[in-house]
């Protein structure tokens, strides 16, 4: 006898192109009855409406709902989340140099912004002065301004910054993710957590009554 379990994983976020939203959009199914996955993944769950700004969020209990409604003697296991947000999109994309644009902009602001930064707080320190009594009282002479402990000190602070942010241009120098990219990913996971609780908030999240 088969095992008559449906696993249900559904997705944080998902992006369509069309209209109608059918439940093997919201993530992944599985059962050992292909068949029963085939006619699952068909179900119409949702259809986008003018008023949802193509966005719309389901919920886990409705995905339930259709699916007992098909095969009321399965039981349903939920791996995977319980709420998916859904995001309509255009088939028009953005002109190219707009994105570049953008990437000039963010670029300049990092680079000038991170120069500003690093010159504030040498002021603070008043490293120049610190460099000068340092190389001294090591060498016991003046100190001409640029010495050994200004290149050392530039070239480390450079290689400090790339070992840090994992990134020579496009190569990585580890497998691991950047700070960039956990920063990114830890910002995407709470404003989808944002909307879901919006939603649920205004009582517009699609799920059973």
């Known amino acids: ?3 008559r379990t449906i696993y ?7 992006k369509l192109q069309t209209d109608v939203v059918r439940i093997g959009d919201l993530g992944k199914i599985y059962c050992e009855e292909s068949a029963v996955v085939n006619k699952i993944k068909t179900l119409q769950i949702y259809r986008f409406q003018k008023s949802d700004k193509n966005r719309c969020v389901i919920g886990v ?7 007992h409604q098909q095969y009321p003697g399965y039981a349903i296991d939920i791996v995977g989340e319980t709420e998916t947000i859904v ?7 953005k ?7 953008k990437t000039a902009l963010v670029s300049a602001v990092c680079f000038f912004g991170t120069i500003y930064t690093v010159m504030s707080y040498h002021n603070e320190i008043n490293i120049i002065d610190l460099f000068e009594k340092t190389y001294t009282l090591v060498t016991g002479t003046e100190s001409d301004g640029f010495t050994a402990l200004e290149a050392s000190y530039s070239i480390g602070l450079s290689l400090g910054i790339i070992v840090f942010y994992n990134h020579i241009g496009k190569r990585k ?5 950047s ?3 956990v920063e990114m990913r830890t910002y995407e996971d709470d404003v989808n957590r944002s909307l879901v609780e919006l939603a649920n908030r205004e009582e517009k999240t699609i799920d059973v009554n």
Do not use: H
């Open 1 to 3: 006898m088969s095992d």
């Open 179 to 181: 700070p960039v990219t």
């Open 173 to 177: 120098l580890t497998p691991d993710p």
């Open 8 to 14: 249900l994983k559904m997705n944080a976020k998902i």
């Open 95 to 101: 002109p190219q140099w707009l994105d570049y644009l």
């Open 87 to 93: 995001e309509k999109v255009t088939g028009k994309s």
């Open 61 to 67: 209990l409705k995905v339930i709902q259709m699916i």
